[in-house]
Nanobody
Framework: QVQLVESGGGLVQAGGSLRLSCAASGIVFNINTMGWYRQAPGKQRELVATITRGGSTNYAGSVKGRFTISRDNVKNTVYLQMNSLRPEDTAVYHC???????????WGQGTQVTVSS
């Protein structure tokens, strides 16, 4: 019912910035909370940040103060502005959307973020 396409990943030096985008298509009016998760090699997927349709946000402690999640409900797009990047932020970043009354999870294919020291 929903397709998510991420963009904006890449290679950046420590201290640099990147902005990720995730565009949703399909039956988008049923999308509730959207968010970003990441998975580093050999580690489990972890929450980075989420944002509700009304704009309430939640961040992992490791990114609070450095990353900002935002959402454009007209464009059906969620963004993740990442500043002061660290090598430990290196991971595949996945967009997530909770859909419908059962909050069914949908995932994007992921975008690689690599931070060099």
């Amino acid at each position: 019912q929903v397709q998510l396409v991420e963009s904006g990943g890449g290679l950046v030096q420590a201290g640099g910035s990147l902005r990720l985008s995730c565009a949703a298509s399909g039956i988008v009016f049923n999308i509730n909370t959207m968010g970003w998760y990441r998975q580093a090699p050999g580690k489990q997927r972890e929450l980075v940040a989420t944002i509700t349709r009304g704009g309430s946000t939640n961040y992992a402690g490791s990114v609070k103060g450095r990353f900002t999640i935002s959402r454009d409900n007209v464009k059906n797009t969620v963004y993740l502005q990442m500043n002061s990047l660290r090598p430990e932020d290196t991971a595949v970043y996945h967009c997530n959307a909770e859909w419908g009354i059962l909050y069914a999870p949908y995932w994007g294919q992921g975008t690689q973020v690599t931070v060099s020291s």
